[in-house]
């Protein structure tokens, strides 16, 4: 039933829902994933190999299908694998890999500071290692750094490691054949077993990510984020589900309503100051962090007896 008080959320519809790419929204919650760093050669061929990639890449609305096909099946049938299996690609590109492949008034329009500066240059003010010495300094990275900086990101998941490999193979070869090169590449990992689905530290990943508004059609209640909460608890107008809380998805698309800062319901208005190409597109973040499972769950357990 709907939501006492809850606001209009606005209407995807097929053309935003063909143009956000799906590891924004739903997400690409899949147990097997891999990424590729790469580094254009020719800019003309890699200009030919990212058209030819472009049919590849996996939008909001392919993955909204797949993930609402799988709720069903799940919930009809009464088991937890229902046989379904898909494989999908997204691209990020840098402001290093834009520069090459944007004239100078066509990249004067994106005017992000923190993105066009790059991982490396604000290292310092994220708090990383300031000592060259140290391992984390970003002198030692093994991508993004100062001398390994890739031009883009692809990346790939899949519900099998074996149909991962098999993609993952095959955008190698073509980027190799087009003239690209590897500059690292990262392969990620649910854990087995019965905690299948969980991170490496064992909790259920994802589980406390925002969820954002927006519905798939004009459907009051066709949510792209189902909403799990009561109806009648007050809070279900503010959360999807218990650690979930809503948020306007301009949060995360560029061109759509953001979050008042000042209000859980209210909206902010969108972004502005940014070029016709970016529309509906999203910034995304790869950072590699150094984890120790052992010491975390040791100071735990010596904090909690």
Do not use: C
Not at 65 to 80: D, H, K, N
Not at 221 to 237: H, N, Q, S, T
Not at 281 to 293: K, W
């Amino acid at each position: 039933p709907a939501i006492p008080g809850a606001p209009i959320e606005p209407v995807f519809g097929p053309e935003i829902a063909s143009q956000v790419q799906g590891n924004v929204l739903p997400g690409f919650n899949k147990p097997f994933q891999h990424f590729l760093f790469l580094r254009f050669g020719d800019i003309e061929q890699s200009k030919a190999w990212l058209r030819e990639l472009l049919s590849s890449i996996t939008a909001l609305d392919e993955v909204l299908a797949w993930v609402r096909l799988f709720r069903y099946r799940r919930g009809s049938e009464g088991r937890r694998d229902v046989g379904l299996r898909a494989t999908w690609l997204n691209v990020a590109i840098s402001a290093r890999g834009l520069r090459q492949l944007l004239t100078k008034s066509q990249l004067a329009e994106l005017q992000d500071q923190s993105f066009l500066q790059g991982m490396a240059e604000r290292s310092t003010y994220l708090g990383d290692p300031s000592d060259p010495a140290h391992a984390g300094h970003r002198g030692r990275w093994v991508v993004g750094g100062p001398q390994n900086e890739a031009d883009l990101m692809v990346i790939i998941a899949s519900d099998l490691e074996s149909d991962l490999e098999d993609r993952v193979r095959d955008v190698r070869t073509r980027a190799k054949n087009s003239g690209l090169s590897l500059v690292f590449e990262q392969r990620g990992a649910v854990l087995p077993g019965d905690l299948r689905g969980h991170e490496h530290f064992g909790f259920r990943d994802g589980i406390s990510q925002p969820a954002v508004r927006g519905r798939a059609s004009s459907g009051e209640l066709d949510f792209i984020e189902p909403r799990y909460m009561d109806p009648g608890d007050p809070k279900a107008v503010l959360y999807a589900k218990p650690g979930r809380p809503l948020v306007w998805p301009g949060q995360f698309i560029i061109g759509m309503a953001r979050q008042d800062p000042q209000s859980l319901l209210g909206t902010a208005p969108p972004l502005t100051r940014y070029p016709s190409w970016a529309r509906h597109g999203s910034f995304v973040v790869a950072r590699r962090l150094r984890q120790n499972v052992t010491k975390f769950w040791g100071f735990v357990n010596a904090t909690a007896s």
